[in-house]
């Protein structure tokens, strides 16, 4: 059984043990012949795979009632790995979603890294500082690179660790945030570990 | 005695209970001749007013040591106007400013509104909503609109109540921010109050 993730720029495989990327780009997926379960948001992708009879859309399998129409197939599947916590996912953007008992409370969305250094760049030169991770998180910042990086980190942190949850951090840049969120268990298969669980009761 | 805020853009004066603006680009100093007590986060302008005596730069009067090198003379000023608060100044950034028994605890930097919107609209198009003031802070998010005003707005509210201070909001978009602070205290003249209490000193 083949697993497939598709963003904007990749595919990503799980077969086996084994995971890899191929390029949206240059990846032909009828060269594979095997099944392959994926879920997409990447619609340009999704409108040339729903003619390939082995690939199989597990967006299909999924009760979005419990979910909310315009939420990324990627959170959904995320959250369903999950029975009782809050999901952090760090790429271009950040979706920090709750699950209670396995049930979705819903959840909201923070900008990335290389997003939000752009706007603090954007609004003023004077702002364009790298983000210090390694901040004193309980003290008032006192310097501009501090003053930034508080803006960005300590109100996410405050949020997050207020829904006194186990922390899944998951995502390209997971493992910046495990240094705010020390407490947190990266998991770079979260959403195979979800697809895994629709793949299970289907 | 006149006072005058200089920004980026205009000359914001005080004269007696009267406050108008002039713009940077089109606006002569030298077509007053009384005493104008300033403050100026413009550089060009600070160049062009240190030659004129009846203009009196007041950041020549502040300790910078109980403040930061890099801080904007404005928020100082502001804070200076503050005795025990939290100084939320809402404009193309938002700086967060805390300050207990006359003392500068620190502060820090968010996105304004406008650079926040372009932010999210630069990481996907998909993320292209305005901001939901009158958001429910107390729920979680099941919706797109929601999910962005949320992670712009709640982590911010969280943080700001979290110090438990009297909260103070000013600059442009400060009637915005009073729908989530909805115990604020709107004071659009506050960096006026910090310079006439510099002024008392000196």
């Given at each position: 059984?083949?697993l497939?993730d598709?963003?904007?720029?990749?595919?990503?495989?799980?077969?086996?043990?084994?995971d890899?990327?191929?390029s949206?780009?240059s990846?032909?997926?009828?060269?594979?012949?095997?099944?392959?379960?994926?879920?997409?948001?990447?619609?340009?992708?999704?409108?040339?795979?729903?003619?390939?009879?082995?690939?199989?859309?597990?967006?299909?399998?999924?009760?979005?009632?419990?979910?909310?129409?315009?939420m990324?197939?990627d959170?959904?599947?995320?959250?369903?790995?999950?029975?009782?916590?809050?999901v952090?996912?760090?790429?271009?953007?950040i979706?920090?979603d709750?699950?209670?008992?396995?049930v979705?409370?819903?959840?909201?969305?923070?900008?990335?890294?290389?997003?939000?250094?752009?706007?603090?760049?954007?609004?003023?030169p004077?702002?364009?500082?790298?983000?210090?991770?390694?901040?004193?998180?309980?003290?008032?910042?006192?310097n501009?690179q501090?003053?930034?990086?508080?803006?960005?980190?300590?109100?996410?942190?405050?949020e997050?660790?207020?829904?006194?949850?186990p922390?899944i951090?998951?995502?390209?840049?997971?493992?910046?945030?495990?240094?705010?969120?020390?407490?947190?268990?990266?998991?770079?298969?979260l959403?195979?570990?979800?697809?895994k669980?629709?793949?299970?009761?289907?």
């Amino acid at each position: 059984m083949i697993l497939c993730d598709i963003g904007n720029t990749s595919y990503h495989f799980l077969d086996g043990q084994r995971d890899f990327k191929e390029s949206v780009n240059s990846f032909n997926p009828t060269s594979i012949t095997k099944e392959v379960y994926y879920i997409s948001v990447n619609s340009a992708v999704n409108e040339q795979l729903r003619h390939l009879e082995n690939w199989i859309n597990l967006a299909s399998f999924i009760d979005m009632d419990k979910y909310y129409a315009t939420m990324g197939i990627d959170r959904v599947v995320a959250s369903m790995a999950v029975e009782d916590g809050i999901v952090i996912d760090a790429g271009s953007a950040i979706t920090v979603d709750v699950v209670k008992d396995s049930v979705f409370m819903g959840g909201f969305i923070y900008p990335g890294v290389r997003a939000m250094s752009a706007c603090y760049k954007n609004i003023s030169p004077a702002l364009d500082y790298s983000f210090n991770f390694s901040l004193d998180l309980e003290t008032l910042p006192k310097n501009s690179q501090d003053a930034i990086s508080y803006g960005f980190l300590k109100t996410l942190h405050r949020e997050v660790i207020s829904h006194n949850l186990p922390i899944i951090l998951t995502g390209g840049d997971a493992t910046f945030f495990k240094e705010i969120f020390p407490q947190a268990n990266i998991n770079q298969k979260l959403i195979f570990d979800g697809m895994k669980k629709i793949i299970s009761i289907i």
